[in-house]
């Protein structure tokens, strides 16, 4: 089993719609999570970070933490165009696994106009 | 402010030598990470320092891969006796406590 699952898409959205990205991890012990945005020939940029269960919201993101059943996950609301891009899921494990950070293989997102 | 530098860009090599990849992380941050990216695929976490120690080297793939960092600055990732499946990006990020990670443009290196 890997560390963090993501499917790998591609996920097709309209233009407007809501796009719901999902994460599963096996270490029940994690304790931070991030989501970072990763377009086409670009490194990884964070979006998102979440560290206790429900839901954080940072403009059109909302990051939703379930620990209880290992999944995390990112919803873009009014998807654009320009949101066209891989998702990464991060995973930062419990403190006794010191600060390695295991990233899920991402999904890929297309925003349709 | 700077952020996290990576040299080269891009690094064309013969397979069987070797190269040396830099990451100049964003001042005083104490953690930095090298990772693996192949053309498609996820990252692959290779190693990270705290300061000047590596705590977690489990990602490096053998013995050929070995990394150092020096002033709790600057970072280099050597690659010895280079194989054509090395080939890929290879990203450094640096953050200045535990996550989240800053990242680098990356190297990209292609062995022929």
């Known amino acids: 089993q890997k560390e963090v699952e993501q499917n790998s898409g591609p996920l097709s959205v309209p233009e407007g719609a809501i796009a719901s990205l999902n994460c599963t991890y096996s270490d029940r012990v994690s304790q931070s999570f991030f989501w970072y945005r990763q377009y086409s020939g670009k490194s990884p940029e964070l979006i998102m970070s979440i560290y206790s269960n429900g839901d954080k919201e940072d403009g059109r993101f909302t990051a939703q933490l379930n620990k209880a059943s290992q999944y995390v996950s990112l919803l873009i609301r009014d998807s654009q165009p320009s949101d066209s891009a891989t998702y990464l899921c991060?995973?930062?494990?419990?403190?006794?696994?010191?600060?390695?950070?295991?990233f899920g293989a991402g999904t890929i997102l297309r925003v349709k106009s | 402010g700077a952020g996290v530098s990576q040299s080269p860009s891009n690094k064309v090599t013969e397979k069987g030598k070797d190269v040396e990849l830099r990451c100049d992380p964003i001042?005083?941050?104490?953690?930095l990470y090298w990772y693996r990216q192949r053309l498609g695929q996820g990252l692959e976490f290779l190693i990270y320092f705290q300061g000047n120690s590596a705590p977690d080297k489990s990602g490096l793939p053998s013995d050929r891969f070995s990394a150092e960092r020096t002033g709790e600055s600057v970072s280099t990732l050597t690659i010895q006796r280079t194989q054509q499946e090395d080939s890929a990006v290879y990203l450094c990020?640096?953050?200045?406590?535990?996550?989240?990670?800053?990242f680098g443009n990356g190297t990209r290196l292609t062995v022929t």
């Open positions: 991060a995973v930062k494990a419990g403190s006794n696994a010191g600060n390695k950070l295991v």
């Open positions: 001042s005083g941050h104490t953690a």
């Open positions: 990020a640096s953050s200045p406590h535990p996550p989240p990670l800053h």
